[in-house]
């Protein structure tokens, strides 16, 4: 368990609607990020959140937004969905400090299923 | 901007061999991290390995090691004893070290071993 906890876990949906994914970081860690996966494909970096504020920004639709809450956790909004949307989306998170967990601890993913 | 280049798609291996994954990176940082991360087919984000780049002894974890070579910007993962079990995607990503640091990941490299 990496502590990172996704929910749901799965997700079916139909064209044009909208979904939130949640994402509940390891307790102490400040950084979320989160990624898009599909089928066979590598990583895709959608956007990364610091102790509330957006940090980085990658190739996120702008059908997609997200935000980081006091409390830390993070959702993902997608909205106007797409078949081309199915995917798996993955929270991470990482300590804050230089030198202090900085590993990304991963979370178990959200299967997104657009129909 | 950091990039992180993994050349090699695809790689098979005999069970109870070594293999090398390949991973070069671009980056004008002088402190941070570079990761190994197996992905199986249950889709889990395992960390395998992690290297510090201010260390220069290279990072060992069980039968996983790292050859880490700053000059060169280059971070190969060797997996000597290949069991069946070690069949996955490795990703390797790089992290700055920065406060609010951001993860950088290749596009993988799918790792069968054979029986």
């Known amino acids: 368990d990496s502590g990172v906890t996704q929910t749901p876990k799965h997700l079916i949906t139909a064209t044009g609607q909208r979904v939130t994914l949640r994402c509940s970081p390891r307790s102490g860690d400040l950084s979320v990020y989160w990624y898009q996966q599909s089928l066979d494909q590598g990583l895709q970096f959608l956007i990364q959140y610091y102790n509330g504020e957006e940090r980085a920004k990658g190739n996120i639709l702008e059908r997609f937004s997200a935000q980081q809450f006091p409390d830390l956790h993070s959702e993902l909004n997608l909205s106007s969905l797409e078949l081309g949307d199915s995917a798996l989306y993955f929270c991470a998170s990482s300590g804050g400090p230089p030198r202090e967990n900085t590993e990304a601890f991963f979370g178990q993913g959200t299967r997104l299923t657009v129909v | 901007a950091q990039t992180v280049t993994q050349s090699q798609p695809e790689m098979s291996v005999q069970e109870a061999e070594t293999v090398t994954l390949s991973c070069t990176y671009d980056?004008?940082?002088?402190?941070?991290?570079l990761f190994w991360y197996k992905q199986p087919p249950s889709r889990q984000m395992i960390l395998v390995i992690r290297q510090e780049a201010y260390k220069q002894q290279n990072a060992t974890e069980n039968r996983f090691s790292v050859n880490f070579q700053k000059a060169a910007k280059s971070f190969s993962l060797k997996i000597s004893d290949s069991q069946l079990g070690d069949t996955a995607m490795y990703f390797c990503?790089?992290?700055?070290?920065?406060?609010?640091?951001?993860?950088?990941f290749g596009a993988g490299t799918i790792l069968r071993v054979k029986s």
């Open positions: 980056t004008s940082e002088n402190n941070y991290y």
């Open positions: 990503a790089f992290m700055p070290m920065e406060y609010g640091n951001k993860l950088v």
